[in-house]
């Protein structure tokens, strides 16, 4: 199977590609901002109003457009996507009367391209702020915003302590995005990209965590090691006819299982284990029977012959921490496919002896 590999960058936004607010806050000032130049603030007003009337769709599409086109009039790594409707171009060594006429004709050509995409209510607006001395950090940079915002007439949007307010209920907002996506990035590190089932490392987290909770006289639990028999003969076929083979049999055994029940794709291509709480080994070796009768009853759905061998192995008969109940469950499926596959061995009915 394909190995899945986490492609995520944390300082990349995802949509448009450019860097983020998160890369924002890490950048060199003195590098990124020089000792003077223009600061241009590029944003979709009536971005929520369009995402509600028109789909999420549509307003990611208005967005991906606009960061398109602001890359085709100011260089891709001075721009970046500083919150959900809004841009920031830091143009150092510039000056406000040039590059004012560069963002106008970038507006212009944006807007008669949406038009063109039947998008005619797009309400843009920007602002420039012209700086002659160093900008070294966030906190500098934001009272430059401030200051300069005080200066101006009173037309505009926000002013005084209304601004102020505004501009911290923005880095609010975008620390809340910033974690928003910190989080589905780890839940994504989390996920099997071929049969959407948590991963090997899920496992290991929510295993690690069965550790703390063992001890107590009620706790019981099984863990089924499942392994595919002989489905090398997909990858013969091409990786795609492989995947194809294990999103069927992570279905089907997600189907077998009891609600409270966790599955996760273990460490090799046909590999997954399953983790029965509050389980004993009777029902555990239910349960897996039910599981391996349910693939083989589902052949029809298969390209080739596809059975599995599972092993059984439950706390705290079997063993005294979650290392040995795996490991001894591993066995146990070693050992049913040694006797011919296709078939349920649990671990407290193997002659240790013979092995």
Known sequence: MNEFTL?????????????NFIQF???????????????????????????????????????R?????????????????????????????????FIEDVLDEAKNYYRQEMRENGYSNITQHSILYTYEEPITSLEDYYMFVVKEERKMDN??????EDLVRNILGG???????????????????????????PNAKAANQYLANRVTRTGRKTDQYCVLFIDGDDLRYYNDVSYQAGNQMIQKLGTIIQ????????????????????????????????????????IEGHQEDFLFE????????????????????????EKATKIAKEQGKNQVVSWREVDVATI
């Open 7 to 19: 492609h995520r960058d944390l300082h990349i936004d995802p949509l448009t590609r450019l860097k």
């Open 255 to 294: 189907d077998a299982i009891r609600e409270e029940d966790k599955i996760f794709r273990w460490l090799s291509g046909d590999e997954f284990i399953v983790i029965l709480e509050n389980t004993d080994h009777v029902i555990g070796e239910t349960l897996a029977e039910r599981i391996r009768a349910r």
């Open 65 to 97: 457009t606009a960061a398109r086109v602001l890359c085709q009039f100011f260089p891709r790594e001075i721009i970046y996507r500083t919150e959900g409707d809004a841009f920031t171009i830091i143009i150092k060594d510039s000056n406000e009367v």
């Open 155 to 160: 037309s505009l949007k926000y002013s005084g």
């Open 171 to 197: 880095v609010i907002n975008r620390f809340r995005q910033s974690l928003d996506y910190y989080e589905e990035v780890y839940n994504y590190a989390l996920i099997d990209e071929v049969s959407g089932l």
């Open 306 to 329: 596809t059975t599995v061998s599972i092993g059984v192995a439950s706390y705290p008969i079997d063993g005294r921490d979650v290392e040995q109940i795996i490991y001894y469950a």
């Open 25 to 63: 806050i890490e950048e060199d000032y003195t590098t990124l901002f020089g000792t003077s130049g223009v600061i241009c603030v590029f944003d979709i007003t009536n971005l929520s109003e369009l995402n509600r009337d028109l789909g999420r769709e549509a307003g990611d599409l208005i967005i």
